[in-house]
């Protein structure tokens, strides 16, 4: 019994001095990583910029065109399933130079982008219509539209939000789940 009890002693005394130098070898090598990224921080030389790097110049405001909508997002109220939403989100260019719209998405195929497709000069108005429509939708929706412009951000969405009610069942119906025969 006691030749149990001294093994298990010294075997948890050489497993305590493992895990110390383990430890110790551990610090050892995180100080000498340290130093390294010390040492090329302070470095002086340039950095290396790869060859298929583009670059980039801040964009000067006179080519820039800028929204400025009247609204950005659109209260559709509660429409019943079914039903289509149109709504036209007029702008105005405030930028300096003619604004062009290079590209529109929806967040669904639910919604249905339409545009102004010919440059809006500075000082004039155009449009971003957006058609929603509710079948197999129910509940609160937030359609969205992402556009994509010469604009300083060249991302703006625009946004319409409602609830649609489900139609109610008139036996038409699907059967929910699966039909045994």
Same mark, same amino acid.
């Given at each position: 019994m006691k030749l149990k009890v001294m093994s298990a002693l010294v075997l948890s005394a050489v497993l305590a001095l493992g895990a110390c130098d383990q430890k110790s070898d551990q610090e050892a090598k995180i100080q000498a990583l340290e130093e390294k990224?010390? /040492?090329l921080e302070?470095?002086?030389t340039s950095a290396v910029t790869p060859v298929n790097v583009q670059s980039t110049q801040p964009a000067d405001p006179s080519s820039l065109g800028q929204f400025e909508f009247a609204e950005m997002e659109y209260d559709f109220g509660t429409i019943r399933e079914g039903e289509v939403v149109e709504h036209e989100f007029n702008f105005t260019n405030n930028g300096q130079a003619p604004l062009v719209i290079s590209n529109i998405t929806a967040s669904c195929g639910c919604t249905s982008p339409n545009?102004? /497709?010919?440059?809006? *000069?500075? !000082?004039?108005q155009g449009f971003v219509k957006v058609v929603f429509n509710s079948t197999a939708k129910s509940g609160s929706q937030a359609p969205t539209v992402t556009i994509q412009a010469n604009t300083n951000p060249?991302?703006?969405?625009?946004?319409m939000? !409602? *609830?649609?009610?489900?139609k109610l069942g008139g036996g038409t119906a699907a059967p929910v789940g699966?039909? /045994?025969k």
């Open positions: 990224i010390a /040492k302070s470095s002086t545009w102004t /497709k010919t440059p809006v *000069n500075p !000082g004039e060249t991302v703006t969405r625009l946004r939000k !409602g *609830n649609v009610t489900p699966p039909i /045994k």
